[in-house]
C-alpha cells in the first residue's frame, strides 16, 4: 500500500442501547454494544471486524453509517464528521458509503423487479440521469456476473448467491467509496461464498472500492482482508494486518478463537484452547478486562484494570493487543491454567 | 463389511416431496454404512438432501414428504418396514436426534427437566422422581453448572450453547447406541463449538456410540469423523475414510468444494468457486446431476448418470471419470485447477 | 407470580377510574339538560327543578363526580328515575342472569372453537379442514340477531318441532327459567361468532406451532402423536387464542343486549335497552358501568392465565 489515504476515522464511539422496565417504562439500564472504540481505515483496503455474537461488530457498523444514532464518539469520513451532519446531508453522504447485508432477500424488496431495486437507489442519490439508468442497470447487472435480461425479473426468482449480487449491484450503483459488508457471504453455500467473494474482490481492484468487512467467519476473513480488527464483548482486543494477527496473535481471545475453529485437515494438529462458559452479557460486562471470566491467563490485576491497546518489540505494522501480559504470555513465563476439563464436563461458568 | 459391524446400512434411499409443482426428489438414491461406534460425516451444501436423509431414517418427515423406496438397516433390521408405534420405541431410545437450532429445538412452555424427563419416561418407564434424578445427572453430565437449579429452568434462561447441551441430555438420556447430530454447531459461536464438539466426542467414547454428523462445515468434518459421504443434489457422489477425503479427493465437486473453502489457517491465493449453482428439484440434469456445473464433463456424463461404486477399501465414487466407459482425456487430473474457469 | 398479580390489580384502578369518568360523563354528554330529557319536554319547570336537586345536577362538577365516585365505591349506584327502586338492585336482580349467559355462550365458543381448530389444523389441506373453515366463515359472517331470529323459526315456531324440543318453545314466553333446555339456543346465538373466531384462530396457532423445530425434538423422542399435539402443540398454541377469548368476552356482553331482547331473558341487556328507551340515566350508567368492570376483571383473569401459560414474560 502507497500513500496511505485516511478515509474513515472511528473515534471514541460508543453505542449504548437503553433498557426499558419498570413500572413505567423509564430506562433501567444500557446495553453496552459498543464501548470506546476507535481506528482507522485506509483507502482502497480491506478492513475486517471479527467477534462471536454479541461482540459489537454488526453495531459497529451500523452506528458508522448511523442507522443506530451513536451514542458518543467521532465517525470521520474524509475528514468529515458524519456524527455532526443534519439527516438531509448524511442522506447524501449515504452515496459514497454503502452496505451489504447478510439475507440478501430480507433486504430487498420481493414486489419490485431487480432494475426498480437497483434504479431506486440511483434515484435517492440521484446519481445517473434518468435516460442513462437502464442502460447503467445493465451494464451492472453483467459486471456482477449476471445476465441483461435478468433485470426484469424478481426477486424470488433468483437463488441466494444471485440475490446477494443484486445486493451488490445496488451498493455499486451510486458509486461508494466505502462498501460495509455486513455477514454479507455468512449465508450462502461454501462454494457459492467464493464466488461472491472472488467478486467482491474483482470489483475492489476495478473500482478502487475500500471495504469494511464484518464477519464471524475467520476463514473469510482472513482470505479477504489486509487488516483486521478482532473485538470482545464492546472493546477492541486486537488490532493488525492480516500476517501478523493470524500468524502472531498476541491476545489470549484471539489465540482462543483461532484455536476453536475445526480446520479442514485430519492431520492437523489440535493445540485447542478451550474457553470456560459464555460470553458475558453486555448489559453488566466484567470490570476490568471484559475477558478475565473466561481467561486462562487472568490475574487479579485483570479483575481490576482495564488493558489499554498497546504494542510490544514482537509485534509489527501497527499491531497491537489489549493485554496486560501480553510479553509474560509470550516468554511463558505466565502460564494458563487448564480450563479444558471444565468447559467440556463439569463445572462451567455460571451464565 | 457384514451388518453386525455396521449399525446402520442404508441402501438406495430415496424419499419425495409431493408440491403443487411435481414430485421433488430430495433424496435419490442414497447408500451408505456406518461402521458400530464411528462417526460418519454427511457433508453437502443446501439442497442436497443431508438432512431429508436424516429425517428419513427416524421416518419424522413432515407432509408433504414420504419415504419411496430403500432400506434403512439399523442392527440388521430394516426399520423401513416398522409400524410407527415400532419406530416411536427406537426414536429417543436406540437413535436419538439433535438439531441446529438450539434456540427453537427446545418446548418454550417446558421446563429444562420436563423435558428431558418426558424421554426418560417414556423409554425407560421410571417414575417422577426417579426420572428427574436422573434428568439432573443428564445435565451434569453435560457440563451445565448447578443442575438442580438448571432443572426447573425454562429454555429462555438459557443461552445457545446451554440450550445445545440440554439438547444433548434429552439426545443422549436413554442410552442410545448412535446419535444423529443435525449441524448441531452451526448456529452457535465458534468457541462454543468446540466446546460443544468436545462434549460430543467425550460422550460418544464413553457411552459407545455411533455418531452421524450432518454438517456443511468441511473443518468439522475432518476434525470429528472418521468415514465421510459426500452429497449432491439428493445423491451420494463420495464416500470414504476422512483421511482419504480430506488428502486424495476424487470426486470434482469434492475437489471444488475444497477448493472453494477459504481457510483461517493458510494462506491461499484467489478462491477457486464452482461454477453455476445447484440445479433446480423441479428441473434435474438427466445425466451426472454435478456435469452442468463440472470442469470436466463429457457427452457421456450429460446423457447418463453413474452409478456408486466401490473400490477394494470400500471408498466409493459415482463419477464416469473412474469407469472404464470415460469417453474424455483419459489422463485427466482433477486436481489440475488449471482446467477450470474461474468465473461463475 | 403474586408480584404480578397485585401490580396487574394496581394497574386496573387506573383503568377503572377512566371508566367512571366515562360513566359520569354519559349524563353531560346528553345534549341539553338531562334533568329536563328525563323529565320528558312537556313536564313543568317545578318537576324538572325537582329531578335537577336530586340528582344533584346543581352542584360543581367536580363536587357532582366526587358524590358520584364515593356513591359507586360504596355499591350506592343511584336510584332508578323509573321504578324508583335503588339501580343496584334493579342490576343485581339481572346480574347473574347476564354473566350466566355470556359464560355459558363464552364455554360454548372455546370448547367448540378449540376441537374445530385443532380438527382443522391436524387435517389441514384435507376435505376436513375445509368444511370446518366454510362453517366457521358462515358463523363469522352472521350478525348474532339474525341468527337467534333464524333459530327461533325453526326450533320454536316452526309446526315440525318434535315433542322432546317443545320447552324450547316455552321460553319464549317465559323467558329465563329453570330448566336448562332454555339456555341452549341463546347460548347458541352468542356464542356461534366466538366459536368461529376462535376456532380461525386456534387452526393458524396450531399450524404455526406444529411446524416449529420443538415439536420435530418431541416426535423424535419418540412421544405419541397424540401427546406431541396434545400437550407441546396445544399448550403453546393456547397463548393467542387465550387473548382472543378475553376480547370475545367483551363482544359477547354487547351482544347480551340484542340476544336478551330476542329471547326475552330478563338480564342486564335488556334492562340496558328499556333504560335507554325509558331515559332513565341512573339505570344506563349503572349498567355500564357494571359490564365495564365485568370486561376489565375479565381480562385481568385472561393476563393472569396468560401468564402461567407463557413463562417467558415473567421476566420482564
Redesign the interface.
Given at each position: 500500500m502507497t500513500a496511505k489515504k485516511e478515509l474513515l476515522k472511528v473515534e471514541g464511539l460508543k453505542q449504548y442501547f437503553p433498557i426499558k422496565?419498570g413500572?413505567f417504562g423509564r430506562t433501567v439500564n444500557h446495553v453496552k454494544a459498543v464501548d470506546d472504540i476507535s481506528f482507522t481505515v485506509y483507502e482502497g483496503e480491506t478492513v475486517s471486524i471479527v467477534g462471536e455474537s454479541g461482540c459489537g461488530k454488526s453495531t459497529t457498523g451500523r452506528a458508522i453509517l448511523r442507522l443506530d444514532e451513536p451514542t458518543e464518539g467521532v465517525v470521520s469520513f474524509e475528514g468529515k464528521d458524519l456524527t455532526e451532519l443534519s439527516r438531509k446531508e448524511m442522506r447524501a453522504m449515504r452515496k459514497d458509503l454503502q452496505i451489504i447485508f447478510q439475507d440478501p432477500y430480507a433486504s430487498i424488496n420481493p414486489r419490485q423487479i431487480v432494475s426498480a431495486v437497483i434504479e431506486e437507489a440511483m434515484d435517492i442519490q440521484n446519481a445517473v440521469p434518468k435516460k442513462d439508468r437502464r442502460k447503467r442497470i445493465e451494464d451492472l447487472l453483467q459486471t456482477v456476473g449476471l445476465q441483461k435480461f435478468q433485470a426484469d425479473r424478481y426477486p424470488h426468482e433468483f437463488s441466494g448467491g444471485q440475490r446477494q449480487r443484486i445486493g451488490i449491484a445496488r451498493a455499486l450503483s451510486v458509486d461508494p467509496k466505502l462498501i460495509i459488508c455486513d455477514e454479507a457471504v455468512s449465508a450462502l453455500d461454501v462454494s457459492i461464498q467464493a464466488q461472491v467473494l472472488n467478486l467482491l474482490e474483482e470489483l475492489q481492484e476495478e473500482f478502487g472500492l475500500t471495504y469494511l468487512f464484518i464477519s464471524h467467519d475467520l476463514g473469510v476473513v482472513r482470505h479477504i482482508s489486509d487488516r483486521i480488527i478482532v473485538m470482545y464483548l464492546g472493546k477492541i482486543v486486537e488490532i493488525g494486518d492480516k500476517h501478523s494477527l493470524f500468524d502472531n496473535p498476541k491476545h489470549p481471545y484471539t489465540k482462543a478463537l483461532l484455536s476453536a475453529i475445526p480446520v479442514p485437515d485430519p492431520d492437523h494438529k489440535k493445540d485447542r484452547i478451550t474457553l470456560r462458559g459464555d460470553v458475558p452479557s453486555p448489559i453488566n460486562p466484567p470490570e476490568g478486562c471484559r475477558f478475565h471470566t473466561r481467561c486462562p491467563f487472568a490475574t487479579d490485576k485483570c479483575k481490576t484494570d482495564v488493558p489499554e491497546l498497546r504494542t510490544v518489540d514482537i509485534m509489527k505494522d501497527g499491531h497491537q493487543a489489549a493485554c496486560h501480559y501480553i510479553e509474560e504470555i509470550e516468554s511463558g513465563e505466565h502460564k494458563a491454567k487448564d480450563y479444558s476439563a471444565e468447559a467440556i464436563v463439569g463445572k462451567g461458568q455460571e451464565v | 463389511m457384514n451388518s453386525s459391524e455396521n449399525i446402520l446400512e442404508i441402501r438406495e434411499l430415496r424419499t419425495s416431496f409431493f408440491t403443487d409443482e411435481g414430485e421433488v426428489k430430495a433424496v435419490d438414491g442414497v447408500s451408505f454404512e456406518l461402521p458400530r461406534g464411528k462417526t460418519i460425516g454427511i457433508v453437502g451444501e443446501s439442497g442436497s438432501g443431508k438432512s431429508i436423509t436424516a429425517l428419513s431414517i427416524?421416518n419424522?418427515l413432515?407432509k408433504p414428504g414420504e419415504i419411496k423406496g430403500g432400506e434403512i438397516r439399523f442392527k440388521g433390521e430394516n426399520i423401513l418396514t416398522y409400524s410407527?408405534k415400532q419406530m416411536?420405541?427406537?426414536?429417543?431410545?436406540d437413535i436419538?436426534?439433535i438439531?441446529q437450532?438450539p434456540m427453537?429445538?427446545?418446548?418454550?412452555?417446558?421446563t429444562v427437566g420436563q423435558q428431558i424427563m418426558?424421554?426418560i419416561r417414556?423409554?425407560q418407564g421410571l417414575n417422577k422422581r426417579e426420572a428427574k434424578l436422573k434428568a439432573i445427572e443428564m445435565l451434569k453430565l453435560v457440563g451445565i453448572p448447578s443442575p438442580e437449579k438448571r432443572v426447573d429452568q425454562?429454555p429462555?434462561?438459557l443461552s445457545g450453547g446451554m440450550r445445545q447441551r440440554v439438547?444433548i441430555a434429552?439426545a443422549l438420556s436413554c442410552n442410545p447406541d448412535m446419535l444423529i447430530a443435525d449441524e448441531p454447531t452451526t448456529a452457535l459461536d465458534v468457541t462454543i463449538q468446540a466446546q460443544i464438539l468436545d462434549l460430543i466426542r467425550e460422550l460418544q467414547n464413553k457411552l459407545n456410540m455411533s455418531v452421524m454428523m450432518i454438517t456443511h462445515d468441511l473443518g468439522v468434518v475432518a476434525e470429528t469423523c472418521d468415514y465421510v459421504a459426500v452429497m449432491y443434489a439428493g445423491q451420494v457422489v463420495e464416500f470414504s475414510d476422512v483421511r482419504t477425503l480430506f488428502k486424495n479427493p476424487r470426486h470434482p465437486y469434492t475437489v471444488g468444494l475444497l477448493n472453494s473453502l477459504p481457510r483461517h489457517d493458510i494462506e491461499q491465493e484467489k478462491l477457486k468457486p464452482i461454477n453455476g449453482t445447484v440445479p433446480s428439484p423441479h428441473n434435474m440434469p438427466k445425466g451426472c446431476r454435478f456435469a452442468p456445473r463440472c470442469p470436466f464433463a463429457t457427452e457421456l456424463c450429460r446423457e447418463s448418470l453413474p452409478e456408486l461404486v466401490a473400490d477394494e477399501n470400500n471408498n466409493q465414487i459415482r463419477c464416469w471419470i473412474y469407469s472404464d466407459e470415460w469417453d474424455g482425456d483419459p489422463e485427466v487430473n482433477v486436481h489440475d485447477s488449471e482446467e477450470r474457469t474461474a468465473k461463475g | 407470580m403474586t408480584k404480578f398479580i397485585i401490580?396487574r390489580l394496581l394497574q386496573t384502578i387506573p383503568v377503572l377510574l377512566g371508566v367512571t369518568i366515562l360513566v359520569f360523563s354519559l349524563m353531560h354528554l346528553i345534549p341539553g339538560d338531562p334533568a329536563q330529557i328525563i323529565a320528558g319536554e312537556a313536564a313543568p319547570e317545578r318537576q324538572v327543578e325537582q329531578i335537577r336537586e336530586r340528582l344533584g345536577l346543581n352542584d360543581p362538577l367536580h363536587v357532582q363526580y366526587g358524590t358520584f365516585l364515593g356513591n359507586v365505591v360504596t355499591g350506592d349506584l343511584g336510584t332508578s328515575v323509573r321504578s324508583s327502586r335503588p339501580v343496584a338492585d334493579e342490576i343485581g336482580a339481572r346480574f347473574w342472569v347476564t354473566v350466566e349467559l355470556a359464560v355459558y355462550s363464552t364455554i360454548l365458543s372455546v370448547f367448540m372453537g378449540l376441537i374445530a381448530g385443532i380438527v382443522s389444523a391436524v387435517r389441514h389441506y384435507t376435505l376436513t379442514d375445509v368444511a370446518i373453515m366454510v362453517v366457521a366463515l358462515f358463523g363469522l359472517s352472521m350478525p348474532n340477531f339474525w341468527l337467534g331470529l333464524m333459530l327461533i323459526q325453526w326450533f320454536a315456531i316452526g309446526n315440525w318441532i318434535p315433542e322432546s324440543l317443545q320447552p324450547f318453545l316455552q321460553m319464549r314466553a317465559s323467558g329465563w327459567g329453570d330448566d336448562w333446555r332454555q339456555v341452549i339456543l341463546p347460548v347458541i346465538t352468542l356464542g356461534t361468532a366466538g366459536a368461529a373466531i376462535i376456532a380461525r384462530m386456534t387452526r393458524s396457532s396450531m399450524l404455526e406451532v406444529i411446524?416449529?423445530?420443538?415439536i420435530?425434538?418431541?416426535?423424535?423422542?419418540?412421544?405419541?402423536?397424540r401427546v406431541v399435539v396434545y400437550q407441546?402443540a396445544l399448550?403453546?398454541a393456547l397463548i393467542p387464542v387465550v387473548t382472543v377469548v378475553g376480547l370475545e368476552f367483551g363482544a359477547l356482553l354487547g351482544g347480551t343486549v340484542l340476544t336478551e331482547t330476542i329471547f326475552a331473558i330478563n338480564g342486564m341487556g335488556r334492562l340496558t335497552i328499556d333504560a335507554i328507551r325509558q331515559r332513565d340515566f341512573p339505570v344506563v350508567q349503572g349498567t355500564v358501568l357494571v359490564i365495564s368492570v365485568l370486561f376489565v376483571m375479565v381480562n385481568l383473569l385472561v393476563d393472569i392465565s396468560y401468564r402461567f401459560?407463557?413463562?417467558?414474560i415473567d421476566?420482564?
Open positions: 422496565g413500572f | 427416524l419424522l413432515a410407527e416411536r420405541e427406537i426414536r429417543g431410545n436419538s436426534m438439531f437450532e427453537t429445538s427446545l418446548n418454550p412452555v417446558y418426558e424421554s417414556i423409554h425454562y429462555f434462561e439438547m434429552i | 401490580r411446524s416449529q423445530d420443538y420435530r425434538t418431541a416426535r423424535a423422542k419418540g412421544v405419541k402423536e407441546h399448550k403453546n401459560l407463557n413463562k417467558r421476566l420482564n
